[in-house]
């Protein structure tokens, strides 16, 4: 490693970043991550040897190619192109043709080819793993996509033997792909009054006999306007909408709607609806979210039209909420190594950066902050796994369950998903904001280094899917319809099983102190502190999960060290070498 010389009053100041930056870009996101490894072989078990050699494979490109096509997208210049929305063809044919980066649709095509969701190529711990490592390089316009799609196949498989022939080859279609291509999913549910409160939904579903203009007769056609689509680009939505004229019609049900009717895409002819309005917003870029508006869009029903809404929480809510928890964390390694090395290598009166005792707790914050997120992400998906990847729907359904262990066990796995959640999307804008100030001036530059974008695409973690309070009044209001068979107290004893009694206690009784309040909606100043408690104790409640899940993990850290890892990568470079120099021509 070339130590930095400088001579006083020398004019052709010698200053590089280049080995920071070889040793950055050098390093293989999971080949070179002990912690990655160790969290795998615990969880994986058996599958361990399988899904390392696959991940080693994929790992060589997301490390390097895919990490450039995903930085190249999103450059300054790049961003406000990288999505953009063509209303009408040349000749006055309403086409609205949506462009991106020629990067993000490389991306996109590479990753959704991996069959993520597709059971002859993916087991749940392979899926897993794979998307953790994909998520360290950020959201790149497709992990939405991706979590999305992950919703839309799981909600439909729930009905597959219900499905309708057409609603069975949307889920064909994303599921177990065409001729080895795989379709993205996404999923339509916030209107422009509200997202939080689905159940004030006005999208109308309307069954009609008649023929439509696209010569479909006898099915379900969608009528209004959806304000947040992201993953517009998706060849399939769910979509949540009330069906008029049957008994159950003021509840929402889902459907699944295609972008285009069969033979339409190639057309350019979307499928009775317009999309009015690309949003400009402050992360996720490569990411087109619309508002759009239905106007006869033919749509198939996904299990009974009541339980619309428990379904779309339940499953595809939760599973995009899973994401986020495990997605942050990934995204939270990758910054804190790559601001940590830097720490390492950047030097201030004359010692690195990382030696000053302020920065030390700042890196050991930073570390273990991540680390326990990841633990607590890999301990919550395990959950997942237990139960076959099924999520159950809602309360009423989880009642139906007679062996009370599963019932709770399953109840905990739901209020985990919100409370991890909350508390990650919360905590990562915080995590990625102090690995940017690693960097000094730097860290800010949006050419320096990736940090700015995943900064700006945690700020989004916070809305997507729930809001904080949201999630909040939620698991209040879920814990009180439990009560009897299942206390608060209890509760987090069974969650936080295995930390210290003397931790789990007090929060225990706040908790039950927090849930026996009847209700968060009073504005009156009991009211008032009890929400304010809720808020703290949820974040601290998940710490605690977080670190049991660090300390189950029995990971003994061998630090990064950036001296180590620039000796490692040049010697790999070498031996690289001389095996290309060894194949026979
Ligand atoms: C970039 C981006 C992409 C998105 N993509 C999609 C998508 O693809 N599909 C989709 O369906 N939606 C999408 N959304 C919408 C997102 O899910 C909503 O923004 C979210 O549900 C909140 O809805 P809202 O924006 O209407 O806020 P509101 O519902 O108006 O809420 C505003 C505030 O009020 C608070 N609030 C609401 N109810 C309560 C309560 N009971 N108690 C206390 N506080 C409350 C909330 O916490 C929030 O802080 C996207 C959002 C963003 C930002």
């Not at 509200?194 to 969608?222: F, K, M, Q, T």
């Not at 790559?338 to 930073?366: C, H, K, W």
């Not at 209040?476 to 969650?495: C, G, N, P, T």
Request: glycine share 6%; net charge negative; proline share 3%.
């Amino acid at each position: 490693m070339c130590a930095q010389e400088y001579t006083e009053g020398d004019r052709n100041n010698p200053y590089s970043f280049d080995d920071y930056l070889f040793v950055k870009s050098q390093f293989n996101f999971y080949r070179d991550d002990e912690f990655f490894h160790a969290l795998l072989k615990k969880y994986a078990g058996s599958e361990f040897d399988k899904i390392d050699a696959e991940l080693k494979e994929l790992s060589d490109k997301v490390s390097y190619r895919w990490r450039d096509l995903a930085d190249e997208a999103t450059r300054l210049e790049n961003r406000v192109r990288c999505t953009i929305i063509q209303h009408y063809d040349a000749y006055n044919h309403r086409i609205d043709r949506i462009k991106r980066a020629a990067e993000t649709e490389h991306l996109e095509k590479e990753i959704f080819n991996l069959g993520l969701f597709d059971p002859k190529r993916n087991t749940a711990w392979s899926r897993f793993a794979k998307m953790f490592l994909l998520y360290e390089l950020g959201e790149v316009g497709v992990m939405c996509p991706v979590a999305c799609t992950h919703g839309m196949v799981w909600l439909m498989q729930k009905y597959e033997d219900e499905l309708s022939s057409e609603a069975k080859s949307c889920l064909t279609a994303v599921r177990d792909g065409i001729n080895g291509d795989y379709s993205l999913g996404s999923q339509f549910i916030s209107e422009i009054q509200g997202g939080s409160d689905v159940p004030a939904n006005l999208v109308e579903a309307v069954y009609e006999e008649a023929g439509g203009l696209d010569g479909i007769s006898n099915c379900w056609r969608l009528y209004g306007q959806k304000f947040f689509c992201s993953a517009m680009q998706a060849d399939y939505a769910i979509v949540t909408a009330k069906p008029k004229n049957i008994p159950s019609s003021t509840k929402v049900a889902a459907f699944a709607v295609p972008a285009w009717l069969p033979g339409n895409k190639e057309k350019e002819i979307r499928n009775s609806y317009t999309i009015d309005r690309l949003k400009q917003k402050l992360g996720t870029a490569e990411l087109p979210t619309a508002e759009i508006t239905y106007n006869g869009t033919v749509a198939y029903p996904v299990g009974p039209y009541e339980k619309g809404l428990a379904d779309v929480v339940g499953v595809v809510l939760s599973l995009s909420r899973l994401h986020i928890s495990f997605g942050m964390a990934a995204g939270g390694l990758r910054a804190a190594r790559e601001a940590i090395l830097y720490a390492q290598f950047r030097t201030a009166f004359g010692v690195p950066i990382a030696s000053f005792p302020l920065m030390m707790n700042q890196i050991n914050d930073l570390k273990h902050a991540v680390m326990r997120t990841t633990a607590g992400a890999f301990k919550l998906y395990s959950e997942f796994i237990h139960f076959n990847e099924n999520l159950i729907s809602g309360i009423r359904e989880l009642q139906q369950l007679d062996d009370m262990e599963e019932r709770k066990r399953r109840f905990r796995l739901r209020e985990l998903i919100m409370l991890c959640k909350i508390a990650v999307a919360d905590e990562a804008p915080a995590l990625i904001r102090l690995a940017i100030s690693f960097f000094g001036g730097h860290g800010i530059m949006e050419d320096f280094i990736a940090l700015p974008r995943l900064h700006r695409d945690s700020m989004i973690m916070e809305l997507w899917e729930g809001p904080r309070n949201v999630l909040l009044a939620q698991i209040h209001r879920d814990l009180q319809r439990v009560a009897e068979w299942y206390s608060a107290e209890d509760f987090i004893k069974d969650m936080l099983e295995g930390a210290e009694k003397s931790i789990i206690e007090p929060l225990a009784k706040k908790f039950a102190r927090i849930i026996s309040h009847d209700t968060l909606l009073r504005s009156d100043e009991i009211t008032l502190n009890i929400c304010k408690d809720w808020q703290e104790l949820s974040t601290e409640i998940v710490r605690v999960y977080q670190e049991q899940a660090l300390v189950e993990l029995d990971y003994e850290e061998k630090p990064i060290k950036f001296s180590k890892l620039y000796r490692k990568f040049k010697k790999r470079i070498t031996e690289r070498k001389e095996e290309e120099l060894l194949i026979p021509i």
